[in-house]
């Protein structure tokens, strides 16, 4: 195996359910692929007996390689910690409770190289913590956006969740270390992959991607967004306006304008960004109903997103209409 084909994987674990974990690094370890490296970065697991699991995974297999973070970094600046760590010249972030296929790491690897791209993302499958498949199809489910090449969507969309990634070496050197607006260690890969080569993708699901309740972003839908936050916030419409400007515009969009704008050096890619920041700016200023409809599609539509793309635009534009929802 030439060492060029060396794909690290890198997770970033805290407080990982020991049958979880086991399975997910289990499903690595038997890879078709086996010129791999796994690098582990333990964010200060509160339980000893975790991290004396951690250990004998570590010992078990000299291409583990295990790190015990001394204070808590989080998920974000944790990836960023092992992306710098990393020196193979292809990368897939993992999460510490799925279940891979035995062909991921090979079927990516030969289409990430067959097309020249930077990165590339695949499909998945939906479980639930008794292996139940929620979901066969997370493409259609979650409308991720399909791209082949490059797309304005990847400066306001996260393009791919981080466990279907793989990315090359060229890209990691461009987003390292994490600048402090980064905000998801796979937004910024995407981002940048467009930046450069572009991507592309595999709709064949090539992982369980696990739901349970310890997820931290999770792949819940909005019904289930919606649900946990109103039994924590009420139904009022000061809290469904909280809810839609912190949790949807700001935090899954309006951050990550910034922080694209924070990583590009175009001139005309920071003009571009800096219009669509004005945009979800002028959405959080706005109470009752946004006129600015012409520019939702212009930064905003794609491919596989009119679903999603209905939910938005009513969220964005009408949220009088969108409490209805929120409140039944």
């Given amino acids: 195996m030439e060492e060029q084909d060396l794909v690290d994987v890198l997770i970033a674990t805290y407080n990982p359910q020991?049958?979880?974990?086991?399975k997910q690094i289990e499903s690595i370890l038997n890879q078709t692929h086996k010129n791999i490296h796994i690098y582990i970065s333990d964010d200060c697991s509160k339980n000893e007996s975790i991290k004396q699991f951690l250990k004998e995974y570590e010992k078990k297999d000299k291409r583990i390689t295990l790190i015990f973070q001394e204070k808590n970094l989080g998920c974000t600046k944790n990836f960023g910690y092992l992306l710098e760590k990393s020196t193979a010249n292809y990368i897939c972030y993992s999460d510490q409770d799925d279940i891979w296929y035995e062909n991921k790491i090979e079927k990516c690897l030969k289409k990430?190289?067959?097309?020249?791209v930077d990165l590339i993302y695949c499909?998945?499958?939906?479980?639930?913590?008794?292996?139940?498949?929620?979901?066969?199809?997370?493409?259609?489910?979650k409308n991720v956006p399909l791209i082949k090449g490059k797309d304005k969507l990847a400066r306001s969309r996260?393009?791919?969740i981080g466990c279907s990634q793989m990315f090359t070496k060229n890209l990691k050197e461009?987003?390292?270390?994490?600048?402090?607006?980064v905000i998801a260690h796979d937004w910024i890969v995407s981002y940048m992959a467009n930046e450069m080569n572009g991507m592309t993708y595999i709709e064949e699901p090539l992982f369980d991607y696990r739901l349970h309740t310890g997820n931290i972003f999770g792949g819940r839908s909005l019904e289930q967004n919606l649900s946990i936050w109103k039994n924590k916030n009420g139904i009022s419409y000061d809290s469904y306006s909280k809810y839609r400007k912190e949790k949807v515009i700001n935090k899954a969009y309006l951050y990550g304008a910034r922080m694209c704008l924070d990583y590009t050096k175009n001139k005309e890619e920071q003009s571009y960004i800096e219009k669509l920041i004005n945009y979800y700016e002028s959405l959080n200023k706005s109470k009752y109903i946004n006129l600015h409809f012409i520019k939702y599609f212009k930064f905003l539509s794609g491919r596989n997103l009119l679903k999603k793309m209905i939910k938005e635009f009513v969220i964005f534009h009408f949220p009088i209409i969108g409490y209805i929802k929120f409140k039944f």
């Fill in 123 to 141: 499909n998945c499958k939906q479980i639930n913590e008794d292996e139940k498949i929620i979901h066969n199809n997370y493409f259609k489910y």
């Fill in 18 to 22: 020991k049958e979880f974990f086991q």
């Fill in 112 to 116: 990430i190289k067959e097309e020249k």
């Fill in 174 to 181: 461009k987003i390292i270390p994490f600048k402090e607006s």
């Fill in 158 to 160: 996260c393009i791919g």
